[in-house]
Structure formats: C-alpha cells, structure tokens
C-alpha cells in the first residue's frame, strides 16, 4: 500500500515537473511589434519558442485591441509591423 502511494506521488510530481519544463521552454524568445489600423495604433510583446511564432502571437495581440471584426483582424494581422523589437 505504501509502495503505491510512493509510486502515484512520484509520477505526479514528474508530471508537473514535464509541463513546468515544457511551458518555459516555450517562452524563449520575446518579440515587441507595433500595429497600425484605421489611424490607431497597438503595441503588443508575446513569446514565443521562435522568433516567428513570438512575432505571429504579437501581431495577433495587437490586432485584436485596434480592428474589429473577423474581416478587420485579418487585414490588420496581414499588414507589416510598424516597429518590431526583440526583446532578449
């Protein structure tokens, strides 16, 4: 009974171990863009494990507080940065 419960604890502990690597892994690169829609403008930092993937979440942010709409967001997301910065 006892050895169970070491056995349950011990993958438990392993498990949340896994997903506390695996999330900060995620987050190794840092990108700040700014957008520029219908005369407004956001800035948005996100990370990302690529660069790229760091740069599609900030546009992504970014687009969400100045275009509304599904048509908007796209046009928006689709735009270049007006200013990007890796943040290291």
């Not at 006892?2 to 171990?17: H, T």
Request: hydrophobic content about 45%; overall charge positive; some cysteine.
């Amino acid at each position: 009974m006892k050895s169970a419960r070491l056995w349950i604890a011990a993958a438990v502990i392993l498990f949340i171990g896994l997903v506390v690597y695996s999330t900060l892994g995620m987050r190794k690169h840092r990108v700040e863009v700014c957008m520029e829609f219908n005369g407004q403008t956001s800035c948005r930092t996100a990370a990302g494990e690529t660069v790229d993937r760091a740069r599609r979440a900030a546009i992504d942010n970014a687009c969400a507080t100045i275009a509304s709409g599904v048509g908007d967001s796209i046009a928006c997301q689709n735009k270049p940065p007006v200013s990007e910065r890796r943040i290291e």
